[in-house]
């Protein structure tokens, strides 16, 4: 596709869509200064290997399933000490905080799990309950929150955040 046919879909988008005019203007606040324009590229850019990845299918390894598993089963929120505890006997290496640690927050970037901070430490649940949380320090309402500072708390994938709560506004 040439450029001048990039264009005109790009203007068939905007067109049709129902926040066209909004994101045409902020566009257009944004190309106009060269500064922001080359943030925005490169911002751009990293969304859009992001949203390659959400094509992707999520592979978790044996251990990685079990560990989702025993957290989703405890129906609370678990540190990584906890992990070990619980996990252990079944796998020697997750008797070390490191290693559970390191298996929890593979699964958050994953977006099958999230975590909350809590005091010094953190503690991995859903990312329902994970969203929920951090909707609820923050004193935000899920139709007017921030999706992207709840995917840096969270740990996990913007994507995962926004079909959280477009969950959460439908059961609304």
């Known amino acids: 596709m040439d450029r001048s046919e990039s264009i005109e879909k790009l203007v068939g988008l905007l067109s049709a869509d129902e926040y066209g005019d909004l994101v045409s203007e902020l566009l257009v606040e944004i190309l106009a200064e060269e500064r922001k324009r080359n943030i925005f590229v490169v911002e751009l850019q990293e969304l859009a290997n992001e949203l390659k990845a959400i094509d992707q299918e999520i592979r978790l390894t044996?251990?990685?399933?079990?560990?989702?598993?025993?957290?989703?089963?405890?129906?609370?929120?678990?540190?990584?000490?906890?992990?070990?505890?619980?996990?252990?006997?079944?796998y020697p290496s997750l008797r070390h905080r490191t290693h559970s640690s390191s298996v929890l927050n593979s699964l958050v970037s994953k977006g099958v799990l999230g975590k909350i901070k809590s005091g010094p430490g953190y503690y991995f649940t859903t990312p329902v309950e994970a969203v929920m949380e951090s909707l609820k320090k923050r004193g935000e309402e899920p139709d007017s929150c921030s999706p992207s500072r709840i995917a840096d708390e969270t740990g996990m994938p913007l994507v995962v955040v926004l079909e959280v709560i477009g969950g959460l506004l439908g059961s609304e």
């Open 62 to 90: 044996p251990m990685e399933r079990d560990v989702l598993g025993f957290v989703v089963a405890t129906k609370q929120s678990l540190s990584a000490s906890e992990v070990s505890r619980g996990m252990g006997a079944e």
